[in-house]
C-alpha cells in the first residue's frame, strides 16, 4: 500500500458535510522517526462557530430521525470503517506510533462500539408512572441533549471517536469534534467514511487547530448542551471549571493511576501474562494502563522474575514493522517525563530489573523510543506511585496484609481501574467492594468491551462510556403531567 496516498489526503476539517481546508496548518509528526506524516488547519473560534451552527440547524431534524434511520446510518460507518481496516490501521500507526496490529484492533473496536450504539437507538424507551390524582397521568421522555462538543486525547485516536461519536448520534445529538493536535488524520478519515455512510450534511462535524480557542468556543456557546471531553485531569478541570457559566451537561473521562493487586494465592502465570499485556500496550499510554503492581511478599521474587521475562522478550520498533509489539511514546515530554520519574525511583532505591533508559542507535534516531522496564523495591515516596506514569514501566512494590494494600491504593485521588489477582471468593467480593475505582477486573486486566459502562470516579472523571449508562450521557430526561379534563 502506498503511504503517501492515505497520509496527505486528510488535510481538511468536516463542516456540514463538506471538506473545509484553511490557509494555516500544523504538522503532525509520526513518534517514531520524527517525520512529517501530514498536515491538519489551524482553526479556531470562526471555524468553530462555523461547525456549531451547522450542528444546531442539522439538530432540528436528526433530533427528530426515526431510531431505524440514525442505526442504518451507524451500520453504514462500522461497515466502511471495516472495509478500510488496513488503510486506516496504516495512517493510525504512522501519525501516532502504535504497532499495526493494536490499531487494527483499535478499528475493529470501534467498529463493534458503533454497532452496539446503532442497536441501542431502538431501545430509547420512556416510562409510565401512576399519578397521584385520580386524572393525572405521568410519562417520563428521554430525548437528545442537542449539540454536543467533544474533545479526544491521542493514545486511543479512533476509539475515543467512535465511543463519543456513535451513542450520541444514536442518541438524536448533533456534534462537534475537536481531536488532538497529535492525530487528527485518523479521525478526519474516520468522518469521511460517517459522512460517506448518508449522514445528513452538519450532524458531525470536525475541527482541528487552537486547542484553547476552540474548547473556549463550544464551552462559551449557549447552543453547545453538552460537552465530552477524554484527556487529562487537568484540562479536564479547567474544562469544568468553564462549564459551570452555563451548567453545561459534563462527562469527563480523565487520567488514572490503576493498582494491580497479586495475592500469594493467584495463578502467577495468568497474572504476569495479564499484567504485561495491560501494561505495555500502546507503550503504557492507556488510560486504564496499570501504575503500579503490588505483589504479597511471599510470592513478589517470584512474580518479578515472570514479570521481567516477559518484558524482555518484548520487541520493540516501528509500529508499521511487522512482529513490533512495542512502539515510541508519543513526544518528547512524554519521554522526558518517563525518564524523570525512573530517575527519581532510582535515587529513592528502585532496583532496574530490566530496561530503564531511552532507546538510542540509528535506528531509534529520532523517535521517542524507551524500553519496557521493570523496577523492584518501589515504595509509596517514589513519584511514580502518586502520579500516572503513561510509559512503559513497570514498578513493583511489596505488601503484607489485604487492609494494608486496600488502603494503600484507595490513597490515591485518581479512580478509573483497579485489577486483583487471587482464587479467594471472599476475598475477591471484599476487594471489589472496598476499592474506590469505577472499574474493577478480577483475574484479568482487559475492560473496555462496549456494553458495559467504562468510566472512573473521584478526579478520573464523571460519566460512562459504554452500555446503555453511555447513551443516557446524550438524553435529557423530561417529565411530562397531563392532567384529564372533560
Ligand atoms: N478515562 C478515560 O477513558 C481516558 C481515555 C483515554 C485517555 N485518557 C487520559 O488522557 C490523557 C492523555 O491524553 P492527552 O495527553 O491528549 O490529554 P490532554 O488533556 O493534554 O488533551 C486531551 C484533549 O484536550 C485538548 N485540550 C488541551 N488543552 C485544552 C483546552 N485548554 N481547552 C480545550 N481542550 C484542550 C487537547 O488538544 C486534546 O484534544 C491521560 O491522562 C489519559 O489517562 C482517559
Ligand atoms: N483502554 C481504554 C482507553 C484508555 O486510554 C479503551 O480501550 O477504551
Redesign the pocket.
Known sequence: MSLSGPLERWNFAWVNGEPVRLAQSFEIVNPATGEQVGRAPKGGKKLTLQAIDAASEAFQTWGRTLPEERARVLHGWADRLLQHQAELALLMSLEQGKPLEEAEGEIEGSARFIRWYAEEAKRIYGETLPGSRAQQRIMVWRQPVGVVGM??????PAA?VARKVAPALAAGCTVVL????QTPLIAIAMFAQLIASGLPPGVANLVTGD??A???TLLGDRRVRKIS????????K??MQKAADQVKRLSL????NAPVIVFADADLDLAAEAIVSNKFENCGQV??GINVIYAQREIQAALCDKIAARVRSLKVGLGTEPGVQMGPLIDEPARAKVTQLVADAKAKGAQVITGGHCIEGAAYERGYFYAPTVLAGVTADMALTQE?I?GPVAPIASFDEEQEVLDRCNETPYG?AAYVFTRNLSRIYRMSEGLEFGMVAVNGTSLSVPQAP???IKE??MGR?GGHHGLDEFLELKYVSLTLVE
Open positions: 474533545i479526544t486525547p491521542w493514545n486511543f475515543m475537536k481531536p488532538a493536535k486547542a484553547a476552540i474548547g473556549d471531553f477524554t484527556g487529562s485531569t487537568e484540562v479536564g479547567r474544562i473521562e480523565l487520567g488514572g488510560c486504564n500516572e503513561f478509573l467504562f468510566g472512573g478520573s472523571g462510556e
